[in-house]
């Protein structure tokens, strides 16, 4: 059978229309139409990337439920990659299904107040203690914590070593009594992110992912895999902010000047042009994990989501300036395009600093992707605990 006729055999005997929307999420996962490309028994058939498109285009006809990506995006887009590369069998098992159909929230406690573009320096500690390890440290700008049940967190198992050589790569249960959650409101009034505060927190040595001490190379994948996330979701041409931008242009032929037009035209460009990169980007994921070439997309989306809601701002004049609301929100979602031309514009400031800020993704665009001379870094190859701080 090919991925069309499984899709029409799962759409036969769960119609979605009479389906509990959770059921029928499970029994897709378990017929390996979750994500094709997966292995066989986690959601996958092993199957092309690609096909992804047709199971997800017959599915969509079929008005079946989603899993709601936007409310589950670090878990699918940055914990499940990394647990498919470096996670056992069992934490394979153990985490992808929950994960896929959104019964379990992720989130990412990497950020510390003292380590953030300089992730290796982090100094929350994990020490061994018999079967397990026990956790104290600060993590900051954690999205989504206060709706997460699991964590992907890196913290330190050798301050002997170097700083990038005395990392380890764990998951941690965000339900442990160790864990304190403390929102941290931000420019647009709300609160989606957090600080976390890890009070002898026990992880199980079964939740470690990769080799102790090899948390950095595990780091990087998730890392790069965040860049894709963040810079290179499918989009339809016209689709997220330039659409929301145009939308207002059309409607409102009177607040139109020459000079915003031109910027309007330069901004359709720019977005289709980052549209079909990142398409090719995915196309090129088919054939293994993302490179650094996914920083390229995360800087442009970045620089692109100012423009555009700057440019909306103006185009809206004075109206574009107010605010509609301030009122302490803790949304579950990240949304880029939601509420009011205020709110979007706000919002996109933040998104040259997510998941890598601009100025590093272009040390990593000059040093990985262009081959030019690294950044000195006399600290490489000092142990952790004799480093400044
Ligand atoms: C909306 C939002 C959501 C986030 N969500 C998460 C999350 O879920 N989990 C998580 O772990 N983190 C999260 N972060 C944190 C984010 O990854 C960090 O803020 C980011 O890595 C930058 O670190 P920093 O804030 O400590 O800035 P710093 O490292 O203090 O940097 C400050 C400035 O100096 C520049 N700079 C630093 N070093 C260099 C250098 N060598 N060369 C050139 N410029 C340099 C930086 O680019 C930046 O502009 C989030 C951040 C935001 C804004």
Same mark, same amino acid.
């Given at each position: ?65 989603? *899993? ?28 992808? %299904? ?6 379990? !929230?992720?989130?990412?406690? /990497? ?23 026990? !956790? ?88 790069? *895999? ?48 980052? %549209? ?24 442009? /989306? ?10 909306? !701002? ?36 933040? *998104? ?9 993704? %272009? *040390?990593?665009?000059?040093?990985? !992707? ?20």
């Amino acid at each position: 059978m090919d991925v069309l006729e499984r899709t029409r055999a799962l759409l036969a005997e769960h119609d979605p229309a009479g389906t509990d929307r959770l059921d029928f999420l499970r029994a897709r996962f378990d017929a390996g139409l979750a994500w094709v490309h997966f292995p066989p028994g986690l959601g996958g058939l092993g199957a092309p990337r690609s096909e992804q498109a047709v199971v997800d285009a017959e599915l969509a006809a079929a008005r079946a439920p989603d *899993n709601d990506p936007r409310r589950i995006g670090i878990g699918l887009g940055m914990a499940a990659p990394t647990i498919l590369r470096y996670g056992t069998e069992e934490q394979k098992q153990r985490f992808l %299904r929950p994960l896929w159909t959104g019964e379990e !929230v992720w989130c990412q406690l /990497f950020s510390e107040p003292g380590a953030g573009s300089d992730l290796a320096a982090l100094g929350t500690r994990a020490v061994r203690d018999g079967d397990g390890w026990v !956790v104290d440290g600060q993590k900051v700008w954690t999205s989504i914590a206060h709706a997460a049940r699991w964590a992907i967190l890196i913290a330190r198992t050798d301050p002997d070593l170097p700083k990038h050589r005395g990392i380890s790569y764990f998951v941690c249960d965000m339900t442990d009594p160790g864990v304190e959650v403390r929102p941290l409101r931000q420019l647009t009034g709300e609160a989606e992110f957090n600080e976390v505060f890890l009070t002898g927190v026990r992880i199980p040595d079964t939740h470690r992912i990769g080799a102790v001490g090899e948390g950095w190379q595990v780091a990087q994948t998730t890392l790069n *895999n965040e860049r894709v996330a963040i810079g290179g979701q499918a989009t339809p041409r016209e689709g997220g902010l330039i659409g929301v931008v145009a939308d207002t242009w059309r409607a409102r032929p009177e607040l139109r000047t020459h000079e915003l037009h031109q910027r309007l035209l330069k901004g359709w460009l720019d977005a289709e042009v980052i %549209r079909q990169t990142g398409e090719r980007l995915r196309q090129q994921l088919t054939s293994g994990q993302p490179g650094p070439e996914g920083a390229a997309m995360k800087l442009a /989306f970045a620089r692109l989501a100012q423009e555009l809601s700057g440019l909306e !701002v103006e185009l809206l004049g004075e109206e574009g300036l107010g605010y509609d609301d301030w009122t302490m929100t803790r949304p579950e979602v990240v949304d880029f395009t939601g509420r009011e031309a205020g709110y979007r514009y706000l919002r996109a400031k933040g *998104n040259s600093i997510e998941g890598g800020s601009s100025e590093i993704l %272009r *040390n990593v665009i000059a040093e990985r !992707v262009l081959g030019l001379p690294a950044e000195p870094r006399t600290d490489k190859d000092l142990p952790w605990k004799e480093l400044p701080r």
